[in-house]
């Protein structure tokens, strides 16, 4: 953890180093998150609410599956871009230094501009989580906890699968975006709106529904059952294929570099 500590310090002492283009992303980086929520509120003036969510329920959902989105792309930033490495031969020097392979590959770079998506989903949480009647204690603190890393476990997880599938590609596979760009989208709405297939698919295979649905029916005060709490412990259990496979690339790759 030092070495991951000194990584990210040294490398946003970089990119301050060019202020005005940091500023200037991290301002871009806001003002689309935010365009994206009124695009979510002018949806609820016109419908009012979807099944039986309100704006401000859904507002919530939206605000926290782009708050770890956006962490994902902050701090994993080496493992989306894992095809330049292993295109440039960089993970051969990654392999022969005494630390694990994948966390090295995720030290290799951070976005820090993406601070300002960060800053406006978590206004929107907060905004959110004011206008909602919520019984709060301690048990429901942990269950927000819980969510939001559940919810950055399965970003990493998919992460993870993007930069595996690299050691048989070496070129990155834009169908990959499709579980991050695309889970990130159907995540933002509660999955019981859904066709049964797709909410099968998005719990069970890429279990979106284990963070967005089941704890928040809790949360909310939808249903009593306190068990629902614990469901976003589940998604570790996604990660152990994800790793399987990384693993399984290391041993399969050949040195693509000059």
Sequence with gaps: MKVYLKTILMLIKMQLEYRKAFIISVIGSFL??????????????????????????????FGMVFLNFSLSEMFLRGLDHFDNVIKNGEFDRILIRPQN?????TCMEFDFSKIGRTVQCICVIVIALLNINIDWNLFR????VLMNLGCFIIFLGIFILKASFCFWTVDGLEFMNILAEGGKKVAQYPIDIYAKWFRIFFTFIVPFGLVNYYPVLYLFGKVDNFYYGFIPIFTVIFLIPCICVW?????????TGS
């Design 32 to 61: 689309i998150t935010f365009l994206l929520t009124i695009s979510v509120y002018f949806l609820f003036e016109e419908f009012n609410q979807i099944g039986d969510w309100t704006f401000y329920e859904v507002a919530f959902l």
């Design 141 to 144: 603190v942990l269950v927000f």
């Design 247 to 255: 693993k399984i690339g290391v041993k399969h790759y050949e040195s």
């Design 101 to 105: 392979a994948l966390l090295q590959s």
